[in-house]
């Protein structure tokens, strides 16, 4: 038999160089990609009339064809033609299955790539994560393949042998790595794609050269392929690569003297299989067995029939989440990327139209704040009419639970009622009826911004209520979710009716979002002065004996965040008693002069020790982030660009359910700019205050200077940013400096340290009070 005589029409190969190595398919099966295939793959034998009566007709699979060039000359892209024809051979080929494949969007070409390395999934991640559509085979045309680990032997294809949902994909070469033109596609598409429906090469999932696989055949359905009507065929490497050379590709049809298997029989394997381990262009390797093409059936049923181009809504969970799920870092596959800053879920104050996220701020006139989300279709078809879009708050904790903390229930409010989560899209008259949101049908790549108004709920609820008692900010997190894809659509991976908790849910389904925020900047002067709390709550249904920790989880920063301030933790009144009636034990904590409030000396990880919690109590914790060190001394050196730095509080204790519920939130933020927030704002707004220290009764004033003509709004806070009064004098003040007298019931009524600010149209300005009674 001689090159180029194949009855599918393979286009002739450029192939010059006979002392090139044997080309061959680079698919690679873990132990885990077989358990898996095996798993799910029900190895019912049918002849073709069977499958037809089985399936009712043929499967209609939909695919995504990408081209990826060295260079922005076309010529170096895969030749159009050369596709087309593979494309014909496949479905010439699986006609037999039934199965037909159809290109579901116009072809992606994308330039200036060198081509992608062989099972690496870092390799692919760049190359393909900005271009996969999802629910789709994505057939990626690339220059190269380069092997891994580095070799002179070529993979010519491969294919990711299980589901990754979002990410379906399949790689074919253009040119071996040492520049010789390969142009055979067709056949290692074919070859490639019943890979990917679960069809091993014909000596088993196994490296080449040995199979466990009898010539008797009689443990044909558990070894080699495991499909009985292809004998044993051991897929000696040393035989191919001698007949290769000599431009011959023919596999004997009885490889004497390779024998043997275990019985000592010689082997007898088929000559013309396209699941050879090779790719052999110069042989007829061109042909199916009807075993395999039921495995083909079986795969595409037990595993792939998912597959649909029914579109695909997304919406990411941070910024390099490029829409399908999982969203790996971009830099470590075995890391997730941040969940609690989507980019694609934002509040908005007042402009209903705002583009960046702007803290939620009560508004007791019951006005509305605005929540935006971006979706959009990743898919490779318009959306359907149906699908529904839902919006949640709730008070962050150290791990919220799906669905209970995201509803107003009479579980989930304090004890005077006021809620600690609430459906944003429900009947007000009635909290848990959801009104969700209409999705219009989206294109491919098309987006769309829906804005739903809320009212934000009142910060005071949640100081004193409860036994809370830190008077901070409290800290809220937002959820978005589409339903109304089908079952198995790659947005529809979560559901409540799964009982599948909502961190997991966030990681493994584009449908999901969250973000978390403190609920108003009380105090937007002394930002670093502002603590944000969150709650604490034993969610088993027993007293467990709890460990609260805050963790460093700040990224790529050069100096830590202790290099120019101090962080406390201050705990609700109970809280605090909880964990001195078990022994007061900490580690990276120490004592201030504060009531309740600790400092933080090893930022990496500071820990509470043993509290004990009822089942479901609640406690509050907040964090305040101070720029001065532990001295109490300002920092002299800032950083040259803004630094940010996060937080982890959470929680942990023995009981073993606890861990899927640690992926809640309780994430804090904090950054340090060139010069200080206060400093900037001093500057702009002169305020000064008067007598300073307060010391009785003395009658106390304030002195500003405005800019221009504008009221006035004065807001005093103690040192945890907790409001004692706002004063809203009814005049206009002119340009110029002026004094405002303090009543005595404006004033603190304890001595310690307060913070006075100034609010008008132009800006903010503050001071220090000190009161002495
Ligand atoms: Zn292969």
Not at 241 to 261: G, R
Not at 313 to 324: E, H, T
Not at 334 to 357: A, F, G, K, M
Not at 367 to 381: A, F
Request: hydrophobic share 35%.
């Amino acid at each position: 038999m001689f090159a180029f005589c194949t009855f599918f029409g393979i286009i002739p190969s450029f192939k010059t160089n006979a002392q090139e190595s044997a080309n061959f398919c680079g698919t690679y099966y873990s132990i885990g990609d077989v358990a898996f295939i095996e798993a799910h793959i029900a190895g019912t034998y049918r002849n073709f009339s069977q499958r037809m009566a089985a399936s009712g007709g043929t499967i209609e699979i939909p695919v995504q064809i990408h081209i990826a060039c060295p260079s922005n000359d076309p010529v170096s892209c895969f030749p159009e033609t050369a596709i087309d024809n593979a494309i014909n051979v496949l479905n010439a080929l699986y006609a037999n299955v039934p199965m037909h494949f159809y290109e579901c969007a116009d072809r992606n070409y994308i330039y200036e790539t060198a081509g992608v390395v062989n099972n690496n999934n870092l390799s692919e991640f760049t190359l393909c994560s900005p271009h996969d559509v999802a629910g789709v085979v994505n057939i990626y045309f690339v220059d190269k393949i380069f092997p891994n680990p580095p070799s002179t032997s070529t993979p010519l294809g491969y294919a990711p042998t299980t589901p990754q949902v979002g990410a379906d994909r399949i790689f074919i070469a253009r040119r071996t790595i040492t520049d010789d033109i390969v142009l055979y596609p067709d056949l290692i598409l074919v070859h490639e794609m019943a890979h990917f429906f679960g069809v091993y090469h014909t000596h088993g999932s196994g490296v080449p050269g040995a199979t466990d696989e009898l010539v008797n055949g009689s443990n044909c359905n558990i070894a080699g392929d495991e499909i009985c009507d292809t004998p044993a065929d051991p897929a000696n490497m040393a035989f191919f690569v001698t007949h290769i050379t000599d431009e011959y590709c023919e596999y004997p049809a009885t490889l004497s003297p390779y024998c043997c298997d275990a019985n000592g029989e010689n082997y007898s394997p088929l000559s013309n299989n396209i699941m050879f381990a090779y790719y052999c262009v110069y042989g007829t390797f061109n042909a199916f067995t009807d075993g395999q093409y039921s495995r083909i059936w079986d795969g595409y049923y037990g595993f792939r029939s998912y597959l649909s181009d029914a579109g695909n809504l997304a919406m990411r969970d941070n910024w390099y989440d490029v829409g399908q799920e999982p969203n790996y870092t971009a830099n470590d596959l075995l890391e997730w990327e941040d969940i609690w800053v989507s980019p694609d879920l934002w509040n908005c104050i007042d402009d209903p139209n705002c583009t960046e996220h702007q803290d939620p701020e009560y508004k007791a006139s019951g006005g509305s704040n605005y929540l935006r989300v971006r979706i959009t279709n990743r898919g490779c078809s318009p959306t359907p009419e149906g699908r529904k879009l839902h919006l949640y708050w709730t008070r962050a904790r150290t791990g919220e639970t799906w669905i209970y903390h995201w509803l107003h229930t009479p579980l989930n409010q304090t004890t005077n009622g006021h809620p600690l989560g609430h459906m944003i899209t429900s009947n007000p008259s009635d909290p848990l009826q959801a009104i969700p949101l209409d999705i219009p049908p989206l294109n491919p790549e098309e987006t769309i911004v829906i804005t739903q108004p809320w009212q934000a709920p009142n910060p005071q609820w949640y100081d004193g209520d409860d036994g809370f008692s830190v008077g901070a900010s409290p800290m809220l997190c937002f959820l978005a979710r589409i339903t109304g894809e089908i079952a198995t659509s790659p947005s529809s991976i979560e559901g409540e009716e799964n009982n599948i908790a909502v961190g997991y849910n966030v990681k493994a389904s584009n449908n999901i979002v969250t973000r978390n925020c403190a609920l108003t900047d009380l105090d937007p002067l002394n930002l670093n002065n502002t603590p944000r709390s969150i709650i604490i709550e034993n969610i088993n249904n027993q007293l467990t004996l709890t460990d609260v920790h805050l963790t460093d989880i700040t990224r790529n920063t050069p100096n830590p965040f202790t290099n120019y301030g101090s962080i406390y933790l201050l705990l609700d009144e109970q809280l605090w008693n909880n964990w001195q009636a078990s022994g007061g034990q900490s580690a990276g904590l120490t004592y201030t002069e504060y009531d309740r409030t600790l400092r933080v000396t090893d930022a990496q990880e500071a820990t509470l020790y043993d509290i004990p919690f009822e089942s479901g109590e609640q406690r509050q914790i907040a964090v305040r982030f101070e720029l001065a060190t532990a001295s109490g001394k300002k920092p002299e050196i800032l950083p040259a660009q803004t630094q940010h730095y996060s937080f982890y509080l959470w929680h942990s204790s023995t009981l073993p359910a606890e861990e899927e519920m640690l992926k809640g939130g309780g994430i804090f933020e904090v950054a340090i700019h060139p010069r200080p927030l206060d400093a900037i704002s001093l500057t702009a707004l002169p305020v000064a205050c008067h007598p300073n220290p307060i010391q009785g009764n003395m009658p106390a004033q304030i002195q500003f200077t405005m800019l221009q003509s504008a009221p006035i709004r004065v807001d005093i806070y103690d040192i945890n940013g907790k409001q004692i009064s706002c004063i809203t004098p009814s005049q206009t003040y002119q340009k110029g400096t002026h004094l405002l007298a303090l009543n005595p019931q404006d004033l603190p009524l304890k001595s310690g340290m307060y913070f006075c600010r100034i609010t008008t149209p132009q800006g903010y300005g503050g001071c220090k009070i000190a009161v002495a009674r």
